[in-house]
């Protein structure tokens, strides 16, 4: 992002959470009419709407495609695709406080915070929408940072074999 501030593509990456804020907003109000639905469904949408309104969206797409990005390069970090999208769900919600809350310790005497988990079915959901919105974004930096590196490779097995026949 860094290298080119002005690009198109985190519009429309910011312009893809927006869709998925609408669409979030669309369930839940179906769900206020009466309309039947999946309550895990419902409650991925409501944090999506409580994100919406915390965050900026860019703040949103930066995490997720970050996550994408380490899903990408380092596979072998997430157990399995439910498990990406489990964490995927958590560093996003993690971007605000509406993932902690409050309560009294005792033995302490005062007020700890804690965290405030979304069922895993939720979670599940939250992060599949995440992955399928922004996740093109973090595959794309992907992308580019591999062949970045794999010039680099390049550029260092030239040198050494250039040196190695000048002995």
Same mark, same amino acid.
């Given at each position: 992002? &860094?290298?080119?501030?002005?690009?198109?593509?985190?519009?429309?990456?910011?312009?893809?959470?927006?869709?998925?804020?609408?669409?979030?907003?669309?369930?839940? &109000?179906?769900?206020?009419?009466?309309? &039947?639905?999946?309550?895990?469904?419902?409650?991925?949408?409501?944090?999506?709407?409580?994100?919406?309104?915390?965050?900026?969206? =860019?703040?949103?797409?930066?995490?997720?495609?970050?996550?994408?990005?380490?899903?990408?390069?380092?596979?072998?970090?997430?157990?399995?695709? =439910?498990?990406?999208?489990?964490?995927? &769900?958590?560093?996003?919600?993690?971007?605000?406080?509406?993932?902690?809350?409050?309560?009294?310790?005792?033995?302490?005497?005062?007020?700890?915070?804690?965290?405030?988990?979304?069922?895993?079915?939720?979670?599940?959901?939250?992060?599949?929408?995440?992955?399928?919105?922004?996740?093109?974004?973090?595959?794309?930096?992907?992308?580019?940072?591999?062949?970045?590196?794999?010039?680099?490779?390049?550029?260092?097995?030239?040198?050494?074999?250039?040196?190695?026949?000048?002995?």
């Amino acid at each position: 992002m &860094a290298k080119n501030p002005d690009s198109v593509a985190w519009v429309t990456l910011d312009e893809r959470w927006r869709a998925l804020e609408d669409h979030a907003r669309g369930i839940v &109000a179906a769900s206020l009419k009466g309309r &039947a639905g999946s309550r895990y469904e419902r409650a991925a949408a409501h944090e999506v709407i409580k994100l919406a309104d915390d965050v900026k969206p =860019r703040q949103v797409v930066e995490v997720a495609t970050a996550m994408v990005m380490m899903w990408e390069l380092e596979p072998r970090q997430f157990r399995s695709d =439910r498990a990406f999208w489990i964490q995927l &769900a958590r560093r996003v919600r993690g971007v605000t406080d509406i993932n902690f809350g409050e309560r009294w310790d005792n033995v302490r005497g005062r007020v700890r915070r804690c965290y405030r988990e979304l069922t895993p079915k939720a979670s599940l959901i939250l992060g599949h929408w995440l992955a399928e919105t922004l996740g093109v974004g973090g595959q794309h930096l992907a992308r580019l940072h591999r062949a970045e590196l794999e010039k680099k490779a390049n550029e260092g097995r030239a040198l050494h074999d250039a040196l190695s026949k000048l002995a």
